[in-house]
């Protein structure tokens, strides 16, 4: 079982950049596969990113390819997301999900991850 509690979002102008991170609780959070999703108003969630456990292996949505990354530090139980470049289109609930594996994986589907955060909302102004 795992917790997880997201932060640093906020309203910032096209161009700006935001730092997300997503603090998880328990004592295995190196087993977990992590992602970010976002879901802006009447549309369905969709994937951003996400990220092994080793960090070896990150997967990107193409929409933030190059502009946003992935990172974790397993001995802080702390994932990020670093968004550079912020795009008006880019506003949403940013959500922090995460799913006990045995391996090296990852998906892009939102039913795959176990466990949620409560999300942060991100507003990018034009």
């Known amino acids: 079982q795992v917790q997880l509690v997201e932060s640093g979002g906020g309203l910032v102008q096209a161009g700006d950049s935001l730092r997300l991170s997503c603090a998880a609780s328990?004592?295995?959070?190196?087993?977990?596969?992590m992602g970010w999703f976002r879901q802006a108003p009447g549309k369905e969630r969709e994937f951003v990113a996400a990220i092994t456990w080793t960090s070896i292996s990150t997967l990107y949505a193409d929409s933030v390819k190059g502009r946003f990354t992935i990172t974790r530090d397993n001995t802080k139980n702390t994932v990020a997301l670093q968004m550079n470049s912020l795009k008006p289109e880019d506003t949403a609930v940013y959500y922090c999900?995460?799913?006990?594996?045995?391996?090296?994986?990852?998906?892009?589907?939102?039913?795959?991850?176990?466990?949620w955060g409560q999300g942060t909302q991100v507003t990018v102004s034009s």
């Open positions: 328990g004592r295995t959070f190196s087993s977990y596969t």
């Open positions: 999900a995460a799913k006990l594996v045995t391996a090296s994986a990852y998906s892009t589907l939102g039913s795959w991850y176990d466990f």
